[in-house]
């Protein structure tokens, strides 16, 4: 744990990405949530807000975990950083069942929302870095595939959950059973990821790499100091912004805008527009990433924010005079919410070079947290007043619609501003060099 594993001569660099799946599709449980939020209500009597805590603690915890831990990942390389996750996010889940037999709460937020929520974090980066090295050629494709993972594990998660749950009984006692299972097999998962994963030797070219001449190369310390990872900490999050607020309210949504219609959306219709919403953003962080890399990454992010804020417009004109418009529009812009998160390693590593990409994504990641924040409130705030006011259906969404679509016009421009890095922030070729020998074996 001590080095970073290096890969002996002929790994297949494609034997990497897998390790990261593992990893990303055991942590993406996190969107699962919501499928032990009644049970746990039922069992230790609570309210909506407090059995939501823990998840929204966990959220907290990813951005600030990745934050503040990315130059400890990059330091210390990906099977320390895969290690640290697989500890914090099993531990977490062997708190919480622990909380959940003894009917302590308390250590249910503990367990899932603080400790689990540090696994996130350092588990959702941990990889990142290390298959941009190995991928210099398509990195959006590259991390794509990891970072899918992480949208898609919830629906792994979800059936499966519920399947445990009514197994074991919605009780305190089967719920800690869940979690302890929970705990167990994703554990068993993820040191899979940590046994596979290496990283290439700096002595030979990596298939794909460009000549190393001329590469720009910053550090963390430097990039949190340039306008340029400002803009892009603006488009993240604006981006988040609009598809967290269709996605956090989507099965009420699409029921409101289709109340007063002669055909009105069911409840099994509305879970099931709910997990095509699931789809799309999974579909979207590997589809659209991967195009990133034949159309560059500017322009990709064009599209999510130009597109998706046009996507918004015909939705609230008149997505509630057609179902199949209103589900294409909420898909699309989905898929830009997933396609957001998977690009932006790679355009961190466009802007400012492999050096410590990883610690850069960390502190950029700070963007997810406020948008997991700001879109869920602009939605639910604006609906509860307009609602408080007499208004219903798709006259509740309106505004905060209006709203959705400023703040992509806001990403679009930021995006424009984004411009190649000034060379004052660039590090020496041959510190470059020295810290990579030292983060080798010898």
Not at 216 to 240: D, E, G, I, K
Not at 279 to 306: C, E, F, H, P, Q
Request: proline share 6%; aromatic share 10%.
């Amino acid at each position: 744990m001590s080095s970073p594993p290096v890969a002996p001569p002929g790994w297949s660099r494609w034997l990497v990405p897998p390790a990261a799946l593992s990893v990303h599709l055991s942590i993406g449980q996190a969107y699962a949530w919501s499928v032990f939020k009644p049970p746990l209500e039922s069992a230790l009597g609570l309210d909506g807000t407090r059995s939501a805590l823990p998840f929204q603690l966990a959220i907290v915890m990813l951005g600030l975990s990745a934050a503040f831990g990315g130059t400890l990942v990059e330091r210390n390389g990906p099977r320390w950083a895969m290690t640290v996750a697989l500890v914090c996010f099993s531990s977490g889940f062997l708190i919480s069942a622990l909380g959940a037999q003894t009917k302590q709460y308390w250590l249910i937020v503990l367990g899932y929302g603080f400790v689990g929520g540090i696994g996130l974090g350092i588990g959702y980066i941990s990889p990142v870095s290390t298959l941009i090295k190995w991928f210099p050629d398509r990195p959006g494709t590259a991390t794509g595939i990891a970072i899918m993972g992480f949208g898609g594990g919830a629906l792994i998660a979800s059936p499966w959950s519920a399947q445990m749950l009514d197994s074991f009984g919605t009780g305190h006692s089967g719920i800690a059973l869940a979690f302890l299972v929970h705990g167990l097999s994703y554990a068993v998962f993820m040191t899979l990821g940590v046994l596979l994963v290496r990283v290439p030797r700096t002595d030979r070219p990596v298939e794909g790499a460009p000549a190393a001449a001329g590469s720009v190369q910053v550090s963390a310390r430097s990039a949190v100091r340039t306008p340029q990872f400002w803009c892009l900490w603006v488009v993240l999050c604006m981006n988040v912004t609009a598809g967290i607020g269709i996605l956090e309210k989507a099965a009420p949504m699409i029921t409101d805008f289709f109340a007063d219609s002669s055909t009105p959306v069911s409840a099994s219709a509305a879970a099931g527009f709910v997990a095509l919403l699931s789809a799309a953003n999974m579909a979207g962080r590997i589809g659209w990433s991967s195009t990133s890399d034949l159309i560059g990454r500017k322009n990709i992010y064009r599209v999510y924010l130009g597109v998706g804020a046009l996507m918004y417009l015909l939705i609230a004109l008149f997505g509630d005079s057609s179902k199949p418009l209103f589900v294409l529009c909420a898909l699309v812009v989905l898929s830009f919410y997933g396609g957001g998160f998977a690009t932006v390693p790679a355009y961190l590593k466009d802007l400012f070079g492999a050096y410590q990409v990883g610690a850069i994504h960390g502190r950029l990641l700070t963007a997810w947290s406020t948008a997991g924040v700001l879109g869920p409130l602009i939605v639910n705030w604006i609906a509860d007043r307009q609602e408080a006011a007499g208004k219903h259906g798709s006259s509740l969404y309106g505004l905060s619609f209006g709203i959705m679509i400023g703040l992509l016009v806001i990403g679009f421009v930021a995006n424009e501003l984004v411009r190649p890095v000034d060379a004052r922030h660039h590090i020496p070729a041959q510190r470059e060099a020295a810290d990579a020998q030292r983060q080798q074996p010898a």
